[in-house]
């Protein structure tokens, strides 16, 4: 149980055109879905928080217009990267909690999406 | 701003060995505390999990303690084999639900 998926796992994109990277709790619904970037041999770096139907909670020095999160459903959100350029290529990595999981508050990971921006 | 360091950041042993990993946070206020292994160009898989009001957990051959006071947690394997070879990370969890990582330690186990 507590599966969560990305799609697609890597991209590759042009310069200046838009990505979106989805994330999705498959067997269970996700209070709170969060998104992290992991740069080469660099640790996980929060990029923001998101609970279905409202405003994502960007951390200090995110660009919330250039990462744009939205959450539409309880099993679903996705992010897209707006106008990428090189610098933004990492490993994008999202994380889901549920109410009633056996460890309060317990994130659970998806698999992660590496973004390749030439 | 809350910190979480691991030492060694990399770390080579023979098969067979045990080994201890160690991580350490700034801020004692801690929720919990998650261990997390990290194969290369993969994402995370859970392994460990201790809550605050716990002081360790057992997984097999794994065991994590947690000492808030000090501001450490270990990660110990037991009996290494080539296939325990990948990043591990830790992870503070604080009360405002957000997990800290740590860079994390590279182990490789020689066959």
């Known amino acids: 149980g507590a599966v969560v998926s990305q799609h697609p796992s890597w991209v590759i994109c042009k310069s200046g055109t838009s990505v979106k990277i989805e994330c999705r709790s498959l067997?269970?619904?996700?209070?709170?879905m969060f998104w992290y970037r992991q740069f080469p041999k660099q640790s996980l770096m929060l990029m923001a928080t998101?609970?279905?139907?409202?405003?994502?909670?960007?951390e200090q020095g995110v660009e919330k217009d250039k990462f744009l999160i939205n959450h539409a459903s309880l099993t679903l959100s996705t992010l897209t990267v707006t106008s990428a350029h090189p610098e933004d290529s990492s490993f994008y990595i999202c994380?889901?909690?549920?109410?009633?999981?056996?460890?309060?508050?317990?994130?659970?990971f998806g698999p992660g999406t590496r973004l390749t921006v030439l | 701003k809350q910190e979480v360091t691991q030492i060694p950041a990399a770390l080579s042993v023979p098969e067979g060995e045990n080994l201890v990993l160690n991580c350490s946070f700034t801020?004692?206020?801690?929720?919990?505390l998650q261990w997390f292994r990290q194969d290369p160009g993969k994402g995370l898989t859970s392994l460990l999990l201790?809550?605050?009001?716990?002081r360790e957990q057992t997984s097999g051959r794994l065991n994590a303690s947690l000492d808030k006071s000090s501001g450490r947690s270990t990660l110990y394997i037991a009996a290494s084999q080539p296939g325990d070879s990948a990043t591990y990370l830790c992870?503070?969890?604080?009360?405002?639900?957000?997990?800290?990582f740590g860079k994390g330690t590279l182990l490789t186990v020689n066959p």
């Open positions: 067997d269970f619904q996700a209070t709170t």
């Open positions: 992870a503070y969890g604080g009360s405002n639900y957000k997990l800290t």
């Open positions: 801020d004692s206020a801690i929720y919990n």
């Open positions: 998101s609970n279905e139907g409202s405003k994502a909670t960007y």
């Open positions: 994380s889901a909690t549920f109410e009633g999981s056996k460890n309060y508050n317990e994130q659970f």
């Open positions: 201790i809550q605050s009001s716990q």
